[in-house]
């Protein structure tokens, strides 16, 4: 049946505590990586994996760290992006806040598989309280060796820093995220150069996600071939999915990549709250374009939600029920994105805050016959035109409330 | 520089400042560590900041102007942030702002008289399995109704 891999432990008492998460087995994959094993090996058994982003991108995590150049003389980084700031996510709230010391022991492992001697966890500020813990985990980690110097008797070493964002979206995005840690604004970089080659003060960067992070560990401990049969041939392992919304149960779900989506919302969270009826899922975080009702029997993986014409994103599932208006969904949507776009790229600053203008118009019941189409062309021109994804994120939403729920938007004009 | 600053405080910029390769890195916490003491980074916490670090005070305020959690003048004793994306507002957010607006006397980005409260409306603070939620300070306070708002601002001396 289903088994859980990173959530596993959360009923523990006191699992923040080191001795407890060492009582559950906790850090024997980082001794067994760094006593037996070459980084090289430890690169490749997460290669073998398959292991994808869980921030986003879905991007596979050992490929994303073959490309880091060992042969510069250059220092190399790790950026563990805790910033989870895509509307409906909130797992890695609950991984750092139930486990810290799964994540540090991931952070161990990528940071020995590529070289790296200084790890940054950038964490958004709201997160002050789980920054606290996270800090109280590492200084834990010091005392016993297992940060530092000479981590548990052997030559590598590695620091930990957790540094807090402030309150800025855009720095989810990984150049923004750079920009942010070196004390600059979050304005992302122009790619290519990736971070790869030139990140963190212009040296080779890992950014990898929370989740993406706390897998690790049970990788190095049970084998690629364990973990590819926790998800599918593609997909290494499980999926921590995030319900929100009208349901009886929100909360997280970890469960393995390519269970339906109706499955999660009805099943594991309860189905809809007060007996309502279900309109709308956006099954990825705020920038997933949106499914209908009729869509919703989708195996939750990266490649067939793509072929829906959305995409898995940080497998936040927000539910709308029939009773919510789709212009208030809209009105959010458009407000969210014109609110947090950085203002570097024209499309994306200019366009998001004149299709929130237009949005708000049409809930003032004074829309116009053509602000529709206004909007889809204002869309269409920010998608695909910006240096980061951020443009795609507003674009592909809103595009897709206009096209799938036309008709009802319709209503809302003035000369409806 | 007219402000007082704490020897401790100037002791943990210090710190904080020495874990990083390149001093200006520690910007962001060094300004946490600022607004936690003065409550909020006005022109002389730029300058004194850009002075710990460094920097031109105006690096200082292309970055405090930039994130929505700086300050730049002093707000109420409990700030109560109130989400109002999306799974917070399917679950009532909006009728919790306009609750908590005729409740304090206040509009949205206003402060109470007495000093106390500032209301604020704000994205998504990652916790929307208990929406719809809002932050007092850094404390998170979710599935909140009406009645639970009337007994936590009782409860916030």
């Known amino acids: 049946m289903e088994e859980k891999v990173l959530t596993r432990h959360f009923g523990v008492p006191d699992l923040l505590r080191i001795e407890v998460y060492r009582g559950q087995g906790g850090y024997q994959a980082a001794e067994k990586a760094l006593k037996q094993m ?16 869980r921030g986003g991108a879905g991007f596979p995590a050992g490929v994303k760290w073959s490309f880091v150049p060992q042969n510069i003389p250059k220092p190399r980084y790790l950026c563990v992006n805790a910033d989870e700031g895509e509307p409906g996510t909130f797992k890695d709230r609950y991984l750092l806040t139930h486990n810290p010391h799964l994540l540090l022991e991931g952070t161990i492992l990528a940071s020995y598989a590529v070289g790296i001697r200084a790890a940054f966890v950038y964490i958004r500020g709201e997160y002050e309280t789980v920054a606290r813990r996270l800090e109280g985990a590492i200084a834990e980690a010091y005392k016993v060796g297992f940060l530092g110097e000479k981590i548990m008797g052997t030559e590598f070493n590695l620091d930990v820093v957790v540094h807090r964002g402030a309150g800025a979206y855009v720095c989810g995005e990984e150049t923004a995220l750079l920009e942010s840690l070196e004390g600059k604004r979050g304005y992302p970089r122009l790619k290519p150069p990736f971070p790869a080659s030139v990140g963190l003060f212009q040296c080779p960067t890992v950014i990898n996600n929370v989740e993406t992070l706390s897998n690790i560990p049970f990788i190095i401990q049970n084998g690629a071939e364990w973990f590819l049969k926790r998800g599918l041939p593609k997909d ?11 349901v009886k149960r929100p909360g997280i779900y970890e469960l393995p990549l390519g269970t339906k989506l109706r499955a999660i919302i009805f099943d594991q969270a309860g189905g809809m709250k007060d007996g309502k009826r279900l309109k709308a899922v956006i099954p990825g975080g705020m920038s997933a374009p949106i499914l209908t009702e009729e869509e919703i029997d989708l195996p939750m993986d990266f490649d067939s939600l793509v072929s829906a014409g959305t995409m898995l994103g940080s497998a936040a599932i927000i539910v709308i029920d029939q009773e919510t208006s789709i212009l208030d969904v809209l009105g959010v949507v458009s407000r969210f994105y014109a609110h947090e776009s950085c203002g570097q790229c024209t499309p994306c600053r200019i366009g998001t805050s004149w ?57 809302y004009l003035r000369h409806a | 520089m007219s402000p007082e600053y704490s020897a401790a405080l100037r002791k943990k910029i210090d710190e904080v400042a020495s874990l990083y390769p390149k001093k200006r890195a520690a910007l962001l916490p060094v300004l946490h560590l600022v607004q936690q003491e003065v409550g909020f980074i006005a022109a002389a916490e730029e300058h004194f900041v850009a002075a710990a670090l460094g920097l031109k005070p105006i690096k200082v305020r292309e970055v405090v102007t930039f994130y929505t959690m700086f300050l730049r003048r002093p707000i109420g004793k409990y700030h109560l942030q109130v989400c109002s994306n999306l799974s917070c507002s399917l679950l009532g957010a909006g009728s919790l702002l306009d609750h908590l607006q005729r409740k304090l006397g206040i509009g949205v980005g206003e402060t109470t008289a007495d000093g106390r409260f500032t209301l604020s409306e704000v994205e998504c603070l990652g916790a929307c399995e208990q929406a719809p939620c809002l932050m007092v300070n850094f404390d998170y306070q979710g599935q909140m109704d009406k009645d639970k708002i009337d007994r936590l601002l009782e409860s916030l001396e």
């Open chain 1, 236 to 246: 290494g392992g499980t999926r921590i999915f995030g319900v929100s919304g009208m």
């Open chain 1, 38 to 53: 070459t980084p090289a090996e430890v690169l490749e058994e997460v290669k073998k994996a398959s292991l994808r982003g």
């Open chain 1, 355 to 411: 299709i929130n203008k237009i949005v708000k118009r049409m809930v003032r019941g004074e829309g116009e016959a053509d602000d529709i189409d206004s909007i889809i062309r204002l869309a269409t021109n920010i998608k695909g035109r910006t240096l980061c994804p951020l443009g795609d994120a507003a674009a592909m939403p809103i595009l897709s409330i206009c096209q799938k729920f036309r008709r009802e938007l319709e209503g």
